[in-house]
């Protein structure tokens, strides 16, 4: 099981473009949330999908959207980037909405 | 608030020595409370949770409500220690799993 997998590894866009990202969770697992890690600090928390609906959302605001497939994969977008959104984008996985989270090694976004 | 503070970006010590690394909640209720670490060029991991009240790798961490801390300690460091550190919180009121992490101390241990 290669655990948590996230691509692309690394992304470089222009201001105002659209980005998508995307995750494949851990073997039986089926819950994904999705995290923002800013240089020089801790994962912060943007949603989170189960059962293909989201059921948690951090302070990010509606330009940040996802899904997620029947297959448990999930995909974060971001519309009209901002330089502020660049950072680490993590993915974590589990086994419903309590068990513990799985990291992936993250996508690394570069807005320009 | 939820918050999760780590007053150390660095910690640095030699081999042998104790460490501690702190960490400070502000939680209304009653969360459940973790400590991640990052070895270089690694994933996030889990390296301990306070339900579970073990010691990993030869780390400890206890929960003292009344300070609202859980800090992170082991009595000699090893060289394989070096990495970022991590505290989170993880509350129930308004959902599930949410984490919510502290900046981070990067711990250095020299030979």
């Known amino acids: 099981d290669a655990g948590v997998t996230q691509s692309p590894t690394h992304l470089i866009k222009t201001r105002g473009q659209q980005v998508t990202l995307r995750c494949s969770p851990k073997?039986?697992?089926?819950?994904v949330s999705w995290y923002q890690q800013a240089l020089g600090q801790g994962p912060q928390f943007i949603f989170q999908?189960?059962?293909?609906?989201?059921?948690q959302r951090g302070n990010f605001p509606d330009r940040f959207s996802g899904h997620q497939f029947p297959n448990y994969s999930s995909e974060l977008n971001v519309n009209a980037l901002l330089l502020g959104d660049s950072a680490l984008y993590l993915c974590a996985s589990s086994l419903n909405l309590v068990g513990e989270q799985y990291f992936g090694p993250g996508t690394s976004l570069t807005v320009t | 608030a939820q918050r999760v503070t780590q007053p150390e970006k660095l910690l640095s010590v030699f081999k042998g020595a104790p460490v501690e690394l702190k960490c400070n909640y502000s939680?209304?209720?009653?969360?459940?409370l973790f400590w991640y670490v990052q070895y270089s060029r690694q994933r996030l991991q889990l390296l301990l949770r306070?339900?579970s009240r073990e010691s990993i790798k030869g780390f400890t961490a206890d929960l003292n409500k009344g300070e609202t801390s859980f800090h992170l300690k082991k009595p000699f460091a090893q060289e394989e220690d070096s990495a970022m550190y991590y505290c989170?919180?993880?509350?129930?009121?308004?959902?599930?799993?949410?984490?919510?992490f502290g900046a981070g101390t990067r711990l250095a241990v020299h030979p």
């Open positions: 073997s039986g697992h089926d819950t």
């Open positions: 306070h339900i």
């Open positions: 939680y209304s209720g009653s969360p459940e």
């Open positions: 999908y189960y059962e293909e609906e989201e059921r």
């Open positions: 989170a919180l993880r509350g129930f009121s308004g959902g599930y799993n949410k984490l919510i």
